[in-house]
Each structure stands twice: as structure tokens, then as C-alpha cells.
């Protein structure tokens, strides 16, 4: 049996209500995401569904520790062992940045517009790999290989790609550290039909040849 990467449980999102006006103070308590528990296997996938507004950014925010969840359990297994991502202090957070990442849904908005690819997608090394500089480049060039661009596009800023591959930048980003755990929050939703069907196809191979869930 396969283990469990990620098993969230009872997991609660409350936002404080806060008053208008020059001074702010909390007048209720507005709950975003309610008791949501789920166990997703090592190398799986799971399809989170709902309408605007019920809590899917929200939920994977809390999980991947963008905001802190109000309560429950977010069990991962990282690297060197279990840990729970809701409890965790923030600077025990930081190593563990490199085995989650996010694919973000606007291709346009997530990338920043005045650096290059090759320092896009280099970022997350620089950060967390910076005594490994001498591999930066290779990775990079390997990593924009697997989805799908060419080495050229590395000295080329973001707004000379198309709307996919933009988004194929955003994954070779994501992808970059080697991370177990990839979300996707709607990941192709604001790609053309069939862009959408080859950007969910490359995602499905690299799913596989990256042992990613
Ligand atoms: N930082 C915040 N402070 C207060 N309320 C928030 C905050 N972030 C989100 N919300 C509220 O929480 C609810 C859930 O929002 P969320 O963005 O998670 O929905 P969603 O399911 O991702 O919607 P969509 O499909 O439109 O992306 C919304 O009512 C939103 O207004
Ligand atoms: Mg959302």
C-alpha cells in the first residue's frame, strides 16, 4: 500500500470581520473553510471542486502554509520525516518550501514581467540551492527542456511567450527544486481549450516522470 503524502484533517480557515471606517475593529468571525479532511497518496492526484468563493484558494493557501489555518492537522511526509504543516513555526517552514510549490492560474500575472526566464526559473535555486551555482544553468536549461521550450527562450522576458507557455515557465519554476507535493490552482483555466489540453498532458507526464502528486 502506498502511503499517504498528505492527509489534512478537520482543517479550518477563519478570517476576522473587521468594521469599516478609521478604526478597525473585528466585528465577527467569517469561516472560509470548514472541516475539510482528505488523505492523497504518494503519486496521486485529487480534484478539489466548488463553486467561486467556497475555499479552494483558501484551502490549498492553508496547506502549503501561505496563511495559517485556524485549526486542524496538514500531516506531510517530507524528506526527513512527518511533520504537521499546520503547527509549525515559520522558520521550520523554510526548508520545507523546496517539496511543496504551486502552479498559479494566471500565467500573465504570476511571472515577473521585468526579469528573464533564465532568472524566473533560477529564483528558487539562488534561494535555496545557492552552493550549487555552478549546476544553476543546467538545470534550467534541462528543466525548460521537460516542458516543452527551448534553451533560447532563456534571455527573453515573459511578454514574448504566448499565454501557454508562459504557463510553461510558471511550471519549470515550480519544478525546479525537485518538490513532492505540486498544486495547481486552476492551473489552465485562463488558457485557450486546446492549450489547456497540452499544458494538462505535459503536467500529466511530468507527473510521472517526476513522481510528483
Ligand atoms: N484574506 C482574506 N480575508 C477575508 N476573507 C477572505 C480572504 N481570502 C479569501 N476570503 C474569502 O473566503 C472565501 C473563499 O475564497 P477563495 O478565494 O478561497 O474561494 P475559491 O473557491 O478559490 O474561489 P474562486 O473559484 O473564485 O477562485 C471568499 O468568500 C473570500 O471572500
Ligand atoms: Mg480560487
Redesign the pocket.
Known amino acids: 500500500m502506498t502511503e499517504n503524502l498528505l492527509s489534512v484533517k478537520n482543517l479550518d480557515v477563519t478570517?476576522?470581520?473587521m468594521s469599516k471606517g478609521l478604526f478597525r475593529t473585528q466585528i465577527g468571525e467569517?469561516p472560509?473553510?470548514k472541516k475539510v479532511s482528505f488523505n492523497l497518496k504518494r503519486g496521486g492526484t485529487l480534484g478539489i471542486v466548488?463553486?467561486?468563493?467556497?475555499?479552494?484558494?483558501?484551502?490549498v493557501?492553508a496547506i502549503l502554509r501561505a496563511?495559517k489555518p485556524t485549526a486542524g492537522s496538514v500531516l506531510f511526509q517530507a524528506r526527513n520525516g512527518q511533520v504537521d504543516l499546520a503547527q509549525l513555526p515559520d522558520r521550520s517552514l523554510v526548508p520545507l518550501r523546496t517539496e511543496m510549490q504551486m502552479i498559479f492560474?494566471d500565467p500573465f500575472a504570476s511571472l515577473n514581467p521585468r526579469m528573464k526566464v533564465y532568472d524566473i526559473v533560477a529564483e528558487p535555486l539562488q534561494i535555496h540551492a545557492p552552493r550549487e551555482k555552478s549546476d544553476h544553468r543546467q538545470r534550467v536549461i534541462d528543466m525548460l527542456a521537460r516542458v516543452g521550450l527551448e534553451a533560447d527562450a532563456l534571455q527573453r522576458f515573459p511578454h514574448a511567450f504566448s499565454g501557454g507557455q508562459r504557463q510553461r515557465i510558471g511550471i519549470a519554476r515550480a519544478l525546479i527544486l525537485e518538490p513532492s507535493l505540486v498544486v495547481c490552482?486552476?492551473a489552465v483555466s485562463a488558457l485557450d481549450v486546446s492549450v489547456q489540453a497540452r499544458v494538462l498532458n505535459l503536467l500529466q507526464d511530468l507527473q510521472e516522470s517526476l513522481h510528483l502528486t
Open positions: 478570517f476576522p470581520l467569517f472560509a473553510v466548488g463553486e467561486s468563493g467556497s475555499g479552494k484558494t483558501t484551502l493557501r496563511i492560474q490552482d486552476e
